[in-house]
């Protein structure tokens, strides 16, 4: 997990486990330990074997984090200098005692309304799987160990890359994971693709190696005068001038209990998708005339590639500049392919959805960056531009068999449906709503699922009447996110992407001192190494109308009878220091108010809301204010309330420690 996010095993389940036992769970561990495998040396087939190592295991692949509570009901030492004293404060208090810091405390996110937390649990499994049979057998196999070894299952999340098709979608909709740190010497890092501003060392996450600055994390230890613990490393020396070892002189006898191991933060958070969608279509309708883009998807798109080869000269696709801003030059076809005219009252309505959203989050839904494209995603742009290329080669298809001199009846009914389909794609001259005059023009086209389907079916329809018109197909592969950007040197004003957006507080890049590396490596200093997943859990009996009716339960009426389910993200991720990685990123840049000089409310997306909280769209001569907590009057009610918007809500996590094989059967062995 540590080195890939195993994304070619679709099915995760996450089991939050309780030991009724120390003894129970040390069998457990050694009976996933036996023959565990490495995944450069994969061992005869089993379903519930841990999983080590580099390589991408070909195999269904487990992993164990344990609870600092789980770490004591074990027998971990507990002595002034090893043991439970080496435990980092963070870890050893657990995420619900650490509510205050995390901003859960005293909101719909507090720890007392959990479902459940490591104060009670003892261990994390996470098992993988590459389809349902392997997970089925997986399923039998830990039921039967749990019975012999007595371990109670407190919860269950079964995570699915595919749910709704949003493969690595953070379940709003919008790609996730692009911006994933790099640790030097891993396989990823020697493949040649990482960024230079996403590699970090490999202390960042695993204890026992240097981190960026080439310091040693400090030690977890334990007394190297027992046999279990004889399997395990001995401590290095860390650098004393800045990291003194008050009262321990010697290190020979101690060993590095945390070495190869790396702490995991998990959070199971729920999704409000009913709610983002009603926020976002209220505000997009009542946007005012002056915050309204008063312009066509030609100017978008002209806009766009500006921006994309002003910030990285050269990288932009074959053939932008040439197909965008030489249409109007081509005085044998359509003057405007790409519908200069104002767009109708649905198309910019669906234009700002999707606008208002992607500040929100910080990208685009397909991944595309705001710095690269400010005004409509990478996808849309590549909608319009084939839209425009289909009509300019139906064109000359249509210019060739009217110059024909020895036209045949047979190519009358050609010229029909070439005339036809060129008619259906005109963009209108006016400002029409979309749909009204029932074509395929690129306003009607371009922005629904359903217009872009109509489309390609008449597209494909017309080549089957008068055969192939050659038209490339490279528009229409799926977008690659793009991330080679800072958001400091490429969009210092947040007019692009918001300087309150999600993705620029958690992962701010250079925008505290533009152009400057030393911004980066401190920077990187707090990354995350995250491997959540989006899940989906349908309950068995009704649940309440009240949550249905906000949206925190999804009911899908097609189904008899109706089905309830719930959709959120079961959020994990890896650091070597929790307090100054996850704590830091959710309490001074998520949760800040004043983030980045700001003072208007904390991330818009996965915080929850009170009072007074805005979330700000910059713009180059006025801003909009988007008020995330407005006052509502209920039915009967005479006094308006706050009505907070929150699209997410925490609803149970803890701190884990994932150990090395090593420490592992240290573990087994007490």
Not at 296 to 320: K, L, N, S, T, Y
Not at 392 to 402: I, N
Not at 404 to 432: E, K, M, N, Y
Not at 594 to 606: C, S, T
Request: aromatic share 8%; with cysteine; net charge neutral.
């Amino acid at each position: 997990m540590l080195f890939n996010g195993l994304g070619r095993h679709p099915l995760m389940t996450a089991r939050v486990l309780r030991f009724d036992t120390g003894q129970g769970g040390k069998r457990l561990i050694a009976q996933l330990l036996q023959e565990a495998r490495n995944a450069e040396t994969p061992g005869a087939p089993w379903d519930a074997r841990l999983s080590f190592g580099d390589a991408y295991p070909d195999y269904p692949a487990h992993f164990i984090a344990l609870s600092s509570g789980g770490l004591s009901l074990l027998g971990f030492p507990d002595t002034p200098h090893d043991g439970r004293a080496t435990l980092p404060h963070a870890f050893a208090s657990g995420m619900a005692a650490r509510a205050r810091v995390l901003g859960d405390a005293g909101t719909p996110a507090d720890p007392a309304r959990w479902r459940w937390s490591d104060g009670a649990a003892h261990a994390l499994l996470l098992s993988y799987a590459r389809d349902p049979s392997e997970q089925a057998a997986t399923d039998d196999t830990l039921t039967v160990m749990f019975e012999q070894y007595g371990i109670a299952v407190d919860s269950i999340v079964r995570a699915d890359l595919q749910r709704r098709g949003l493969a690595h979608s953070d379940g709003f909709g919008t790609r996730d994971g692009i911006s994933q740190p790099i640790m030097r010497h891993t396989q990823a890092f020697a493949k040649g693709k990482a960024a230079p501003d996403d590699v970090v060392g490999a202390g960042e996450f695993i204890l026992g190696y240097p981190d960026s600055r080439g310091y040693l994390p400090l030690a977890i230890t334990v007394p190297a005068d027992t046999p279990a613990a004889q399997g395990l490393s001995a401590v290095e020396r860390p650098v004393t001038d800045l990291v003194p070892r008050f009262g321990r002189l010697h290190l020979g006898d101690q060993r590095d209990f945390g070495r190869g191991g790396s702490f995991l933060a998990v959070r199971q958070i729920l999704h409000n998708d009913k709610a983002m969608k009603e926020f976002v279509a209220a505000k997009a309708r009542g946007l005012e005339a002056r915050h309204l883009p008063q312009k066509g998807i030609a100017d978008a798109i002209r806009e766009d590639m500006q921006a994309d080869i002003r910030i990285r000269q050269g990288d932009h696709m074959p053939g932008d500049k040439d197909i965008v801003l030489g249409d109007m030059q081509r005085g044998q076809m359509d003057q405007s392919p790409y519908g200069d005219v104002p767009m109708g009252p649905d198309a910019r309505q669906i234009w700002m959805e999707q606008w208002i959203t992607a500040k929100i989050i910080g990208r685009w839904a397909d991944g595309s960056s705001l710095a690269r494209n400010p005004s409509v995603s990478r996808s849309l742009r590549n909608r319009a531009r084939y839209h425009a290329v289909v009509r300019r080669y139906v064109g000359l298809r249509l210019k060739a068999l009217q110059a024909a001199t020895d036209q045949r009846p047979a190519t009358d009914g050609h010229l029909v449906a070439l005339q036809q389909f060129l008619d259906r794609t005109r963009t209108p001259r006016g400002s029409g709503r979309l749909g009204v005059h029932g074509g395929l023009s690129m306003d009607e086209a371009i922005w629904t699922a359903q217009g872009w389907a109509a489309f390609n079916d008449a597209l494909s329809e017309l080549e089957h009447e008068v055969g192939p018109l050659g038209i490339p197909r490279d528009l229409l592969r799926p977008v690659i996110p793009d991330n080679d950007f800072r958001h400091g040197e490429d969009d210092p004003l947040g007019l692009y992407c918001p300087i309150g957006s999600h993705i620029r507080r958690a992962n701010p890049r250079d925008s505290f001192r533009p152009g400057h590396e030393i911004t980066l490596q401190i920077n990187n200093r707090h990354r995350l190494l995250r491997r959540g997943r989006t899940y989906s859990s349908a309950f068995d009996t009704p649940q309440d109308a009240g949550l249905v009716d906000a949206g925190w339960v999804r009911r899908d009426t097609e189904t008899v009878p109706p089905v309830e389910q719930e959709e959120g993200t079961f959020f994990m991720c890896f650091n070597a220091n929790i307090e100054r990685q996850f704590e830091f990123v959710q309490q001074t840049w998520i949760n800040a108010d004043g983030f980045h000089g700001g003072r208007h409310g904390p991330d818009p997306l996965i915080t929850p809301k009170q009072k007074g909280d805005t979330f700000i769209i910059p713009g180059s001569e006025e801003s909009l204010a988007l008020d995330m907590c407005p006052m509502s009057r209920a039915e009967g009610e005479g006094v308006a309330q706050p009505a907070p918007v929150d699209f997410t809500r925490t609803v149970a996590g803890g701190y884990f420690f994932m150990p090395s094989k090593q420490a592992l059967a240290y573990l087994s062995q007490l």
